[in-house]
Structure formats: structure tokens, C-alpha cells
């Protein structure tokens, strides 16, 4: 579950960065604030890149990430760290035994 919110952040953040670089184009049609194009074409870009190199950076982990089957909906998951829902059905799940007392399987 984690990895998919990671994974969503890293697209907002991409669409945000679309957003800012078409909204700075509209300062060209004023031309009295056209200083807005290259700020926002420059903040856009930063962002994409930002948002890039998350997406590689997950696709590295994601294939080091334990594969457990969801006590819940019987999907297979991936756990990150310690502690982490399901990606399906958002059940708490842990890797550490000591803990999973806390945890209970609803059926
Ligand atoms: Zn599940």
C-alpha cells in the first residue's frame, strides 16, 4: 500500500508539473508578466524530474519488496518496511511476528 501511494505522489506530482509549465505559457499572451515562463517552465521541469526519478527509484525497490498473500482478500502483496497494508483490500499486514498479535485476520 505504501508503494502504491508512493507511486500515486509520484504521478500528481507529474501532473502538477504539467499544469504549472500550461499555466506559465498563458503569461506569453500578457506580455507585461511573460517573466512567468521561465519560472514555471523551470519549477514544471524540476518537478518532472523529481517525479521520474521516484517512479525508478520504486521500480528498484519494488522488485527487492517481500511478496506475501493477503490473509484478507488472498491477493498477492507487497510489504514495505516493517508494517504495511495490503494493496488491495488495505489490511495492516507486518512482517514481524512479535507484533502480529495486534493484528487481527477479519473474515
Ligand atoms: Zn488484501
Redesign the pocket.
Known sequence: MRLNRLRNLALIMMFVAFIVMYLSSYSTLTHAKAILLPIGLTIGTILLLTAVAIYFRLGAISIRLPQVI??????L?KIMGKED???????P?TLDINNAGEYVVKS
Do not use: A, N, S, V
Open positions: 493477503c490473509p484478507h482478500c488472498g491477493r502483496t497494508g495490503c494493496m488491495f483490500c488495505k489490511e499486514l
